[in-house]
Protein backbone atom coordinates (compact mmCIF):
# COMPACT_ATOMS: atom_id res chain seq x y z
CA UNK A 1 0.00 0.00 0.00
CA UNK A 2 1.68 3.02 -0.99
CA UNK A 3 0.03 6.31 1.08
CA UNK A 4 -0.93 9.08 -0.76
CA UNK A 5 0.03 12.40 1.43
CA UNK A 6 -2.50 14.98 2.12
CA UNK A 7 -1.61 18.61 1.69
CA UNK A 8 -2.16 19.15 5.68
CA UNK A 9 0.07 15.39 5.82
CA UNK A 10 2.73 17.34 3.76
CA UNK A 11 2.72 20.15 5.78
CA UNK A 12 3.89 18.25 8.67
CA UNK A 13 6.03 16.30 6.39
CA UNK A 14 7.79 19.64 5.16
CA UNK A 15 8.88 20.63 8.87
CA UNK A 16 10.60 17.45 9.71
CA UNK A 17 12.24 17.20 6.69
CA UNK A 18 13.69 21.08 6.81
CA UNK A 19 15.18 20.23 10.23
CA UNK A 20 17.00 17.30 8.26
CA UNK A 21 18.31 19.82 5.49
CA UNK A 22 19.14 21.86 8.00
CA UNK A 23 20.98 19.58 10.40
CA UNK A 24 22.87 18.68 7.30
CA UNK A 25 23.55 22.23 6.07
CA UNK A 26 25.01 23.08 9.90
CA UNK A 27 27.32 19.54 9.47
CA UNK A 28 28.74 21.30 6.27
CA UNK A 29 30.71 23.63 8.53
CA UNK A 30 31.28 21.40 11.31
CA UNK A 31 32.99 18.44 9.54
CA UNK A 32 36.43 18.71 9.47
CA UNK A 33 40.34 16.76 10.26
CA UNK A 34 40.59 15.94 13.66
CA UNK A 35 37.09 15.54 14.83
CA UNK A 36 35.66 11.99 15.67
CA UNK A 37 32.31 11.03 14.16
CA UNK A 38 30.96 10.75 17.91
CA UNK A 39 31.54 14.05 17.82
CA UNK A 40 29.61 14.54 14.47
CA UNK A 41 27.23 12.71 16.05
CA UNK A 42 26.42 14.46 19.02
CA UNK A 43 26.74 17.78 17.16
CA UNK A 44 23.75 16.42 15.28
CA UNK A 45 22.14 15.43 17.72
CA UNK A 46 21.94 18.67 19.85
CA UNK A 47 20.74 20.66 16.52
CA UNK A 48 18.13 18.75 16.06
CA UNK A 49 16.07 18.49 18.99
CA UNK A 50 17.08 22.17 19.16
CA UNK A 51 15.03 22.80 16.49
CA UNK A 52 12.08 20.30 17.57
CA UNK A 53 12.79 17.20 15.94
CA UNK A 54 13.45 13.60 17.38
CA UNK A 55 16.52 11.80 16.04
CA UNK A 56 14.76 9.18 13.66
CA UNK A 57 17.37 5.99 13.44
CA UNK A 58 18.45 5.13 17.46
CA UNK A 59 16.04 1.93 18.04
CA UNK A 60 15.21 1.93 14.71
CA UNK A 61 15.60 -2.19 14.08
CA UNK A 62 17.92 -1.69 17.57
CA UNK A 63 20.28 0.81 15.62
CA UNK A 64 22.30 1.91 18.91
CA UNK A 65 23.24 5.75 17.35
CA UNK A 66 21.18 8.44 16.50
CA UNK A 67 22.93 8.63 13.12
CA UNK A 68 24.41 7.20 10.58
CA UNK A 69 28.21 7.98 9.95
CA UNK A 70 29.83 6.00 6.98
CA UNK A 71 33.64 6.68 6.47
CA UNK A 72 35.42 6.01 3.47
CA UNK A 73 34.76 1.90 2.15
CA UNK A 74 32.09 1.86 4.90
CA UNK A 75 28.67 2.15 2.57
CA UNK A 76 26.34 3.54 5.15
CA UNK A 77 24.94 2.18 8.75
CA UNK A 78 28.16 3.33 10.03
CA UNK A 79 28.09 3.74 13.71
CA UNK A 80 29.92 6.48 15.44
CA UNK A 81 32.84 6.46 17.41
CA UNK A 82 35.80 7.73 18.69
CA UNK A 83 37.50 7.06 15.02
CA UNK A 84 39.12 10.20 14.55
CA UNK A 85 38.33 12.11 10.62
CA UNK A 86 41.82 12.72 8.36
CA UNK A 87 43.02 14.58 5.26
CA UNK A 88 41.62 12.54 2.12
CA UNK A 89 38.29 11.17 3.91
CA UNK A 90 35.21 11.18 2.26
CA UNK A 91 32.14 10.85 5.19
CA UNK A 92 28.36 9.75 4.79
CA UNK A 93 26.07 11.63 7.14
CA UNK A 94 22.31 9.89 6.75
CA UNK A 95 20.10 11.40 8.85
CA UNK A 96 16.49 10.90 10.05
CA UNK A 97 14.08 13.65 11.54
CA UNK A 98 10.77 12.35 13.22
CA UNK A 99 8.39 15.27 14.30
CA UNK A 100 4.77 15.89 14.51
CA UNK A 101 4.05 12.18 13.23
CA UNK A 102 6.23 12.48 10.56
CA UNK A 103 9.59 11.26 9.00
CA UNK A 104 12.89 13.03 6.84
CA UNK A 105 15.40 11.31 5.51
CA UNK A 106 18.37 12.57 3.94
CA UNK A 107 22.27 11.84 3.18
CA UNK A 108 25.08 13.85 2.23
CA UNK A 109 29.31 12.61 2.23
CA UNK A 110 31.66 15.75 2.65
CA UNK A 111 35.28 15.34 1.46
CA UNK A 112 37.68 16.39 4.54
CA UNK A 113 40.84 18.43 3.54
CA UNK A 114 41.90 17.66 0.31
CA UNK A 115 40.66 14.51 -1.69
CA UNK A 116 42.16 12.75 -4.67
CA UNK A 117 40.45 13.39 -7.49
CA UNK A 118 39.40 10.15 -8.52
CA UNK A 119 37.09 10.38 -5.02
CA UNK A 120 36.22 13.62 -6.15
CA UNK A 121 34.61 12.19 -9.18
CA UNK A 122 32.84 9.76 -7.25
CA UNK A 123 31.15 12.31 -4.90
CA UNK A 124 30.29 14.34 -8.25
CA UNK A 125 28.34 11.13 -9.87
CA UNK A 126 26.74 9.95 -6.95
CA UNK A 127 25.13 13.65 -6.47
CA UNK A 128 24.24 13.94 -10.29
CA UNK A 129 22.71 10.72 -9.99
CA UNK A 130 20.85 11.67 -6.87
CA UNK A 131 19.19 14.80 -9.31
CA UNK A 132 18.83 12.93 -12.33
CA UNK A 133 16.49 10.13 -10.24
CA UNK A 134 14.89 12.98 -8.76
CA UNK A 135 13.62 14.35 -12.18
CA UNK A 136 11.91 11.42 -12.96
CA UNK A 137 9.83 11.75 -9.58
CA UNK A 138 6.90 12.91 -11.50
CA UNK A 139 3.05 12.02 -11.84
CA UNK A 140 3.00 9.61 -14.39
CA UNK A 141 6.43 7.99 -14.74
CA UNK A 142 6.63 4.39 -12.74
CA UNK A 143 9.29 3.99 -9.78
CA UNK A 144 11.92 2.19 -11.96
CA UNK A 145 12.19 5.32 -14.26
CA UNK A 146 13.77 6.77 -11.23
CA UNK A 147 16.03 3.77 -10.53
CA UNK A 148 17.09 3.87 -14.50
CA UNK A 149 18.46 7.38 -14.26
CA UNK A 150 20.47 6.56 -11.33
CA UNK A 151 22.14 3.45 -12.56
CA UNK A 152 22.92 4.99 -16.46
CA UNK A 153 24.43 8.09 -14.93
CA UNK A 154 26.48 5.92 -12.39
CA UNK A 155 27.98 3.61 -14.77
CA UNK A 156 28.55 6.28 -17.58
CA UNK A 157 30.89 7.61 -14.89
CA UNK A 158 32.29 3.82 -14.54
CA UNK A 159 31.46 3.55 -11.01
CA UNK A 160 28.84 1.18 -9.67
CA UNK A 161 25.34 1.52 -7.46
CA UNK A 162 24.81 -0.87 -4.68
CA UNK A 163 22.09 -3.53 -4.83
CA UNK A 164 21.70 -4.62 -0.94
CA UNK A 165 20.09 -0.98 0.03
CA UNK A 166 17.43 0.63 -1.27
CA UNK A 167 15.55 4.12 -1.12
CA UNK A 168 11.70 4.11 0.10
CA UNK A 169 8.48 5.86 0.73
CA UNK A 170 8.58 7.60 3.49
CA UNK A 171 5.73 9.03 5.84
CA UNK A 172 4.16 8.41 9.08
CA UNK A 173 6.63 5.38 8.88
CA UNK A 174 10.35 5.96 8.00
CA UNK A 175 10.51 3.43 5.55
CA UNK A 176 6.80 2.89 4.07
CA UNK A 177 6.53 1.26 0.45
CA UNK A 178 7.40 1.55 -2.11
CA UNK A 179 11.36 0.39 -2.40
CA UNK A 180 13.22 2.58 -4.92
CA UNK A 181 16.34 0.15 -6.37
CA UNK A 182 18.95 2.82 -8.03
CA UNK A 183 19.24 -0.01 -10.68
CA UNK A 184 17.21 -1.47 -13.10
CA UNK A 185 15.37 -1.06 -16.54
CA UNK A 186 12.63 1.70 -16.88
CA UNK A 187 9.16 1.53 -16.85
CA UNK A 188 8.53 -1.07 -14.10
CA UNK A 189 6.81 -0.95 -10.39
CA UNK A 190 4.04 1.04 -9.56
CA UNK A 191 3.02 4.27 -11.42
CA UNK A 192 3.84 7.77 -9.18
CA UNK A 193 0.89 10.16 -8.28
CA UNK A 194 0.98 13.43 -7.00
CA UNK A 195 1.21 13.21 -3.15
CA UNK A 196 3.91 10.03 -2.88
CA UNK A 197 6.66 10.93 -0.53
CA UNK A 198 9.68 8.88 -1.69
CA UNK A 199 13.12 8.80 -0.14
CA UNK A 200 15.53 8.64 -3.07
CA UNK A 201 18.90 7.55 -2.38
CA UNK A 202 21.60 6.09 -4.52
CA UNK A 203 24.66 4.40 -2.88
CA UNK A 204 27.92 4.70 -5.75
CA UNK A 205 30.86 2.54 -5.42
CA UNK A 206 34.04 3.33 -6.70
CA UNK A 207 34.90 -0.35 -7.59
CA UNK A 208 32.87 -3.33 -7.08
CA UNK A 209 28.78 -3.30 -6.12
CA UNK A 210 28.74 -5.89 -3.49
CA UNK A 211 28.93 -4.92 -0.16
CA UNK A 212 29.11 -7.17 3.22
CA UNK A 213 28.38 -6.29 6.79
CA UNK A 214 30.54 -6.05 9.54
CA UNK A 215 30.48 -8.06 12.85
CA UNK A 216 28.94 -4.98 14.40
CA UNK A 217 25.36 -6.05 12.92
CA UNK A 218 25.05 -2.66 10.94
CA UNK A 219 28.58 -1.47 8.91
CA UNK A 220 28.03 -1.92 5.79
CA UNK A 221 31.57 -1.81 3.62
CA UNK A 222 32.62 -2.48 0.20
CA UNK A 223 33.66 -5.60 -1.05
CA UNK A 224 36.58 -4.65 -2.23
CA UNK A 225 37.21 -1.56 -0.27
CA UNK A 226 37.33 1.08 -2.91
CA UNK A 227 35.02 4.31 -1.49
CA UNK A 228 31.60 4.50 -1.40
CA UNK A 229 29.58 8.01 -1.35
CA UNK A 230 25.61 8.08 -0.65
CA UNK A 231 23.34 11.26 -1.28
CA UNK A 232 19.87 11.31 -0.12
CA UNK A 233 16.64 13.79 -0.49
CA UNK A 234 13.05 13.37 0.69
CA UNK A 235 10.72 14.51 -2.10
CA UNK A 236 7.19 15.06 -3.11
CA UNK A 237 5.91 13.69 -6.48
CA UNK A 238 3.65 16.62 -7.98
CA UNK A 239 1.68 16.51 -11.47
CA UNK A 240 4.94 18.50 -12.86
CA UNK A 241 8.22 19.40 -10.67
CA UNK A 242 9.07 17.17 -8.31
CA UNK A 243 9.28 18.89 -4.74
CA UNK A 244 12.42 18.11 -2.43
CA UNK A 245 11.47 18.28 1.13
CA UNK A 246 14.61 17.88 2.34
CA UNK A 247 15.99 21.31 1.79
CA UNK A 248 16.48 24.65 3.08
CA UNK A 249 14.21 27.50 2.05
N1 LIG B 1 18.52 6.33 5.23
C1 LIG B 1 18.65 5.01 5.83
C2 LIG B 1 17.50 4.17 5.40
O1 LIG B 1 16.52 4.71 4.94
C3 LIG B 1 18.74 5.11 7.28
C4 LIG B 1 18.22 3.98 8.10
S1 LIG B 1 19.43 3.63 9.17
C5 LIG B 1 18.81 2.97 10.56
O2 LIG B 1 17.56 2.95 5.47
F1 LIG B 1 19.72 3.09 11.39
F2 LIG B 1 17.78 3.64 10.97
F3 LIG B 1 18.47 1.73 10.34
CO1 LIG C 1 16.49 6.42 3.72
Not at 98 to 112: H, P, Q, R, W
Not at 137 to 143: C, F, Q, S, T
Not at 213 to 221: K, N, P, Q, R, Y
Request: with cysteine.
Amino acid sequence: MIYLKSPEEIEKMTRACRIVAEVLEYLKGFVRMGITTKEIENFAEDRIRSLGGIPAFKGYRGYPANICISVNEEVVHGIPSSRKLVEGDIVSIDLGVYMDGFYGDGAITLSVGKIDEETGKLLTAAEEALYLGIDNAVEGKRISDISYAIQKHVEDKGFSVVRLFVGHGIGRELHEEPQIPNYGAPGQGPRLKEGMTLAIEPMVNAGTHEVKILSDGWTAVTGDGKKSAHFEHTVLVTSNKPRILTKCN
